[in-house]
């Protein structure tokens, strides 16, 4: 009973997603809705896979200063990848969530210089944090307070002068006597000048407009005047003139009219003070925060003066009085039960037996985090076309902690020797089968999978971000591990932060000297490599892996000669190609045309050029040419005169013995 009660001021697991770790909040507030639901109104902690990799490493370097200063004791790589999964950061960010997505209790503390680190892997559901996370500005602050010891600080005192010794420093360099206890007045003529001063103020703010508006009734002139600002003002000028009453009454009441002394209650408006009192309850007494996000006019010094001010006031009272009816009528407490439906992301293999859910799904696969092969239940983990899963005590451990118990490539590991360390000559599937989400048993599937083509179009604001955040983005070592996540919105976040100061002037790009098409399309000719002859009638089959085959390193390394290719006898066409079965020339019969089949087609499709398209290419510039290539996916803008009129370029005739100037088709 007492597990599933919550309380204000206790650190709960919310559950926002099924697949993703818990939240780790503070309770600040139960509230019930309209609809009877409760919402708890909660203070954000975040994790260090929440933040940018940039205040991951100033994390990083604020935890060794740590471990140098406390003299902590040595621990493995394992234990310091796990230290990092119990590190929080507290926000100043507030959030409602529904009271029913509670899913525990946590244990939240601000880590000491007595504590030792390896304490917090012994104890569940324990965590520490140090930092502050502004997730606004995207910066990491020290919570804990300066200790100020110093010179800067505190005052020298000097030693204590000896009996009858006299003092040879300068009193009006080192300080300004405002009162003197023993003057000549005595006390009644003291007060009887206060009267005096009080009363010259109230006429001081019936002859000022501004005063007069704000405080329209003699009785509030009368409240103000009497405030202390006026009664310091009135003992100053009594220490001015020597405590002379004649001398000092000249002096309230000048030539120019009386004078008018105003503190912060009677300078701020009203506007001023509803804004500051909002303030207030959002940041609590934060002068700094108050006064740079609400009141930026003012000076941290009249800010701090309106606070005491303020408090002296009966609506600081009534406010205090409010709060605490608020307080007494809000729950108190909350009884979340124990949350039992089933995980969408659990494995369950079909006709598996009860309390074996998993057992036989997927042969071979182990799990991700801890390798082992035999667990009472698997959880779905990663991205789906992935097949990676967790064991059940390593489910648990990604959803309280947000990451695995041992670190993976993702996180940093060191690559193993057997690896790669180039995929450059890798095929598509074979590369993203070395993926750390893959583990040996099921790479022999994922290769045989056949994937979609897709086409990823980038933005104005992406191309000039890789430009911009170079240093953040890396292009070189993403492109080299497609499957690390990269965190985008840190990098439009710098780069919208770096762009106004970037110069003005556009980027120098040197042109590339190409040659013409014609000499382009001359040498693919005259190196296209040739098929020899096959009889005439029998269809011959596609194997993909004879087709393989020519993609291992002894096909680039050594170029076959050309003499080698072309067989004695073998008719070719315009294009350099041999007249293999299913291709029409003008001695021949024509043949049905094979429709071409997706099954059969070469991963993912196959492109048949027609007499239109190659007349199109004709009739294209070298420079419309290369647009076209480089944007594949924006149609043509072709006019229909210039196919007629351009007429077409000249090739230079093939050094084959037989062309011929039918249309080409190609069958499968």
């Known amino acids: 009973m007492a597990a599933n009660m919550y309380r204000v001021g206790d650190y709960v697991y919310f559950e926002n997603s099924s697949s993703n770790p818990y939240l780790v909040r503070r ?5 019930k809705t309209a609809n009877g639901n409760v919402e708890a109104k909660v203070v954000c902690l975040f994790r260090r896979r929440d933040i940018s990799s940039s ?26 990848h796990q230290l990092k999964h119990r590190e929080l950061f507290l926000s100043r960010q507030f959030e409602s969530l529904p009271a029913t997505h509670i899913r525990g209790k946590c244990s939240v503390t601000l880590l000491n210089e007595t504590d030792i680190l390896s304490q917090y892997l012994e104890k569940e559901d324990c965590f520490f944090y140090s930092l502050v996370f502004d997730p606004v500005q995207k910066t990491l602050l020290a919570d804990q307070g300066e200790i100020r010891v110093g010179c800067k600080y505190q005052a020298e005192i000097p030693d204590r002068l000896a009996e009858g010794e006299s003092d040879n420093r300068n009193q009006q360099k080192m300080e300004m006597k405002v009162w003197d206890p023993d003057n000549p007045l005595t006390d009644r003529q003291i007060d009887q000048f206060l009267v005096v001063a009080r009363a010259v103020g109230t006429f001081a703010r019936a002859l000022d407009c501004s005063s007069s508006i704000r405080q329209p009734s003699l009785h509030m002139s009368a409240a103000a005047a009497s405030r202390d600002i006026t009664l310091f003002h009135a003992m100053d000028t009594l220490q001015r003139n020597g405590y002379d009453l004649a001398k000092a009454m000249s002096t309230l009441v000048p030539q ?37 996000d609400f009141l930026p006019w003012k000076s941290l010094a009249s800010i701090v003066q309106f606070y005491y001010m303020w408090k002296t006031t009966d609506r600081y009272i009534q406010q205090k009085r409010l709060k605490a009816a608020e307080a007494d009528s809000k729950l108190k407490q909350v009884y979340i039960p124990t949350y039992t439906k089933p995980n969408p992301n659990q494995i369950i293999s079909v006709g598996s037996k009860p309390g074996m859910n998993g057992a036989g799904f997927q042969k071979g696969l ?13 959880y779905a983990w990663g991205p789906p076309n992935m097949q990676c899963r967790l064991c059940a005590s390593c489910w648990i451990y990604w959803k309280k902690y947000g990451g695995l ?32 989400y893959t583990t040996s048993a099921n790479r022999a599937k994922l290769l045989a999978k056949n994937r979609q083509t897709f086409l990823l179009q980038t933005t104005k ?24 996540p990269i965190n985008a919105n840190a990098i439009k976040a710098e780069c919208s932060i770096r762009l106004p100061k970037a ?17 382009i399309v001359k040498d693919l000719v005259a190196q296209a490599p040739l098929k020899p002859k096959t009889p005439r009638g029998t269809k011959t089959p596609i194997n993909r892996n004879q087709l393989s085959q020519n993609r291992g390193l002894g096909g680039i390394m050594v170029k076959r000669a050309y003499e080698t290719m072309a067989g004695a006898g073998v008719p070719f066409s315009a294009n350099g190609r041999p007249l293999a079965s299913g291709i029409r020339s003008s001695s021949q019969p024509a043949a049905k045309r094979q429709k071409l089949n997706p099954a059969d087609a070469p991963n993912p499709v196959v492109f048949v050029a027609t007499k239109d398209t190659r007349a199109l290419r004709k009739a294209l510039t070298h420079l419309e040419m290369r647009r ?35 249309p080409i088709v190609l069958e499968d």
């Open 366 to 378: 182990t799990c991700e985090s801890c390798h082992t092969t035999q667990s009472a239940q698997w």
């Open 27 to 31: 309770i600040e507030e139960l509230n």
């Open 55 to 80: 205040l991951n490493s100033l994390a990083d370097s604020n935890a060794r200063e740590f471990e140098e200063e406390s003299k902590q004791p040595g621990v493995s790589e394992q234990q310091r």
């Open 405 to 436: 118990k041992t670190p993976t490539q993702l996180e940093g590991a060191t690559r193993g020797t057997t690896e790669p360390h180039s995929r450059g000559h890798l095929s598509r599937p074979e590369a993203q089968s070395l993926s750390p």
């Open 628 to 662: 076209a290539a480089r944007r594949p996916n924006l149609p043509l803008k072709v006019k229909p005169t210039l196919m007629a009129v351009r007429p077409p370029v000249p090739l230079p005739a093939p050094s084959h013995p037989a062309s011929t100037n039918e």
């Open 256 to 292: 120019g009219g009386p004078v008018l002394c105003r503190d912060e209650m009677e300078e701020w408006s009203a506007s001023e003070a509803m804004l500051f009192e909002e303030a207030l309850e959002k940041y609590g007494k934060d002068f700094n925060d108050i006064r740079q």
């Open 461 to 484: 604001l992406t191309r000039l971000a890789r430009r911009m955040c170079r240093d953040l983005l890396q292009p070189r070592r993403a492109a080299r591990r497609p499957y690390a």
């Open 503 to 519: 110069a003005k002037t556009p980027l120098k790009i040197h042109p590339l000297v190409r040659l013409p098409l014609a000499t």
